[in-house]
Nanobody, 114 residues
Framework: VQLVESGGGLVQPGGSLKLSCAASGSIFSINGMAWYRQAPGEQREWVASIGSGGSKKYATSVRGRFTISRDNAKNTVYLQMNSLKTEDTAVYYC?????????WGQGTQVTVSS
């Protein structure tokens, strides 16, 4: 499987970004998918997940601000991020959930700074 994340960038606190993750080489629609992030010096953490049936879960730190969605026709999962905070700064990755594929994408950098 190949995972390609995009959509990151530099944004001011309170701003918004929408991340995309395109997956290839697997049957996307039957898998749950998730977004993870890794801040400098920190371990990678789970951010949000969406099941094959569309059920969604969020980490407490992003609930109410981030929205995960998927388009099975495009083999793509999205993360809409609103009301961004400086502590959201990290490299964001996607992967299968709850059982991750061994191969990770390159991630996309999100920097929240004034």
């Amino acid at each position: 499987v190949q995972l390609v994340e995009s959509g990151g960038g530099l944004v001011q606190p309170g701003g918004s970004l929408k991340l995309s993750c395109a997956a290839s080489g697997s049957i996307f629609s039957i898998n749950g998918m998730a977004w993870y992030r890794q801040a400098p010096g920190e371990q990678r953490e789970w951010v949000a997940s969406i099941g094959s049936g569309g059920s969604k879960k969020y980490a407490t730190s992003v609930r109410g601000r981030f929205t995960i969605s998927r388009d099975n026709a495009k083999n793509t999962v999205y993360l809409q991020m609103n009301s961004l905070k400086t502590e959201d700064t990290a490299v964001y990755y996607c992967n299968r959930w709850p059982l991750e594929w061994s191969a990770w994408g390159q991630g996309t950098q999100v920097t929240v700074s004034s």
